[in-house]
Antibody, heavy 119, light 103 residues
Framework: EVQLVESGGGLVQPGRSLKLSCVASGFTFSNYGMNWIRQAPGKGLEWVAYISSGSSYIYYAETVKGRFTISRDNAKNTLYLQMTSLRSEDTALYYC????????????WGQGVMVTVSS | IQLTQSPSLLSASVGDRVTLSCKGSQNINNYLAWYQQKLGEAPKLLIYNTNSLQTGIPSRFSGSGSGTDYTLTISSLQPEDVATYFCYQYNNGFGSGTKLEIK
């Protein structure tokens, strides 16, 4: 069974940093591209970042480019999102999601981890 | 490309045939998926590549469309289908969602 379990969220002050993790199980993690997607409270979905299976390709949404860094450790089956210079508008539930094979969508999602940016 | 979903809120009765719309400001080239998000849960993939049913999804869900206009159809609405439905264009973004409730 595919499982994605996020952690590392919490309350953080504006301008500070936070690092999210997503541990994968039930599939060969190193074979799949991975994504972070977020959802502000009561709002829609926003794709945040993508990393290819071997970390060769990395893309970011314009809203986080230069502040967030996606990375992965295939030996540990873990995806990361380093978030710096956090703003109130980054407050959201952050999901990690697996890229579906041979498509550009996301077939499995974690349960999400909440990040609240507030003073 | 902007994705516009309509209606934003849909109320229907159990057993109804329900149609949700997703329209792009430009050609989407069939690179479209549909997600179901129940309250307090992560989104679930229903349909990918416009009309391919994800494994394990009931056959009452179907997708269609081409060009700029795409549709998610539920052939016979069930109580467990109460959710918000999002369309997603690959490498572009999500629509704003349609909230589906039971009348």
């Amino acid at each position: 069974e595919v499982q994605l379990v996020e952690s590392g969220g919490g309350l953080v002050q504006p301008g500070r940093s936070l690092k999210l993790s997503c541990v994968a199980s039930g599939f060969t993690f190193s074979n799949y591209g991975m994504n972070w997607i977020r959802q502000a409270p009561g709002k829609g979905l926003e794709w945040v970042a993508y990393i290819s299976s071997g970390s060769s390709y990395i893309y970011y949404a314009e809203t986080v480019k230069g502040r967030f860094t996606i990375s992965r450790d295939n030996a540990k089956n873990t995806l990361y999102l380093q978030m710096t210079s956090l703003r109130s508008e980054d407050t959201a539930l952050y999901y990690c999601a697996r890229e579906a094979p041979r498509t550009g969508c996301f077939d499995y999602w974690g349960q999400g981890v909440m990040v609240t940016v507030s003073s | 490309i902007q994705l516009t979903q309509s209606p934003s809120l849909l109320s229907a009765s159990v057993g109804d045939r329900v149609t949700l719309s997703c329209k792009g400001s430009q050609n989407i080239n069939n690179y479209l998926a549909w997600y179901q998000q129940k309250l307090g849960e992560a989104p679930k993939l229903l349909i990918y590549n416009t009309n391919s049913l994800q494994t394990g999804i009931p056959s009452r869900f179907s997708g269609s469309g081409s060009g700029t206009d795409y549709t998610l159809t539920i052939s016979s609405l069930q109580p467990e289908d109460v959710a918000t439905y999002f369309c997603y264009q690959y490498n572009n973004g999500f629509g704003s969602g349609t909230k589906l409730e039971i009348k």
